[in-house]
């Protein structure tokens, strides 16, 4: 925290839990009070994390290599290429946050799925400090009634497809623990 907003950065906030509440791939999500009193969640991506991200990107590209060698009609350059576009934007924490704000734009005007608000000025490249929106992992309504569980899947079905139906935008990492509910069933991305 204090390498993204220097070394007074607790006092950008009334509170600030240290213990992470969520954690990521690429991070770990912490969550916190603007001095506002607005309920915050602030994602810190890992130290050195692009550093790590080449190493694996090198070492992926050696098993091309050596995959090549053994069947050589696949071109695994493509491959590589995409993977390596697509992890390199995974560290942006800049270009998800104008993700977000489409998002929120997008979805507006539908209030079967929330999208958190960003506080830009707390975040950077490498912290995205967006409102925190209270929920239930989508897992947890596994055994809920049936009427329960459809109401939930026709919010995802929203949340996936308005984007696309209606923008061309494809949301692009679908993983149910992107996803919380609210007690009226209501979907948070």
């Excluded at 912490?30 to 994602?43: D, E, Q």
């Excluded at 489409?102 to 079967?112: D, G, K, S, T």
Aim: charged fraction near 25%; charge should be negative.
């Amino acid at each position: 925290m204090a390498a993204e907003l220097g070394p007074d950065w607790e006092q950008r906030f009334r509170q600030f839990e240290h213990q992470a509440a969520a954690a990521a791939s690429l991070g770990q999500v912490h969550r916190a009070i603007a001095k506002n009193g607005a309920k915050l969640a602030c994602k810190l991506q890992y130290p050195d994390m692009p550093a790590v991200v080449e190493a694996d990107l090198r070492q992926l590209k050696l098993v091309f290599a050596i995959y090549s060698r053994l069947d050589p009609v696949i071109d695994t350059r493509n491959v590589h290429a995409e993977i390596t576009e697509r992890l390199r934007e995974e560290l942006d924490y800049e270009l998800e946050a104008r993700h977000i704000r489409l998002y929120v734009a997008m979805l507006r005007h539908h209030a079967e799925v929330h999208v958190p608000e960003i506080s830009p000025e707390l975040c950077t490249s490498r912290l995205l400090t967006m409102t925190w929106l209270e929920g239930r992992k989508l897992l947890e309504f596994v055994k809920s009634p049936i009427e329960t569980r459809n109401q939930i899947s026709t919010n995802l079905f929203h949340a996936w497809y308005v984007p696309f139906y209606r923008y061309g935008i494809i949301h692009g990492d679908p993983h149910l623990g992107n996803y919380t509910a609210q007690p009226d069933h209501s979907i948070n991305l």
